[in-house]
């Protein structure tokens, strides 16, 4: 059987088209474990939002976070959140240069004042915050109740955290 010109083109533009959709999800996959890693230990996220993002946060004298299971932020919301912070609350900002002008909600610490975010210990440029606003949707957005199957999947299957969630 031979195939027309029209056809063999059409077939290797699908071949094409479908290998740029396997490296892209290959790509958002890795961005998100890389993600994970920033959540976890560089960025402390748990200690406030706890480590399944629900707002339980590990350290007891941390502020409650938000729940990260009910937010309905944008991925590119939640990664201005992480670069920014949120004026008048808790929550710090993770880009050393924010509020030296207005890239942050169009505002600068001359006009927020006292409600200026605090500067996060552990700065994160964009491609962080974006993986890390990967991670938060991919594994906490719309996630419901924890369960123990979501806790051995994100700790582990030997993680004591898990225990409590035990079937």
Partial sequence: MRMSGKWLVLCA?????????GFANMA???NAEMGRKIYQSQADCSNCHGWAGNGDGDD???SRGANLRETILTLEEIA?????GRPGTAMPHYDNRAYNDDRCYGLTREQLGRDTPTKAETPLVKRHADALAMFI????????????????NLMGPESIRCDALRP
Avoid: D, N, Y
């Fill in 137 to 152: 949707t991919e594994w906490f957005k719309g996630a419901g109740e924890v369960t123990f199957q979501q806790c051995v």
């Fill in 28 to 30: 958002a996959s890795q």
């Fill in 80 to 84: 201005e959140v992480i670069l920014c």
């Fill in 13 to 21: 533009v699908a071949v094409v088209f479908a290998s740029f959709l």
């Fill in 60 to 62: 007891p004298r941390a």
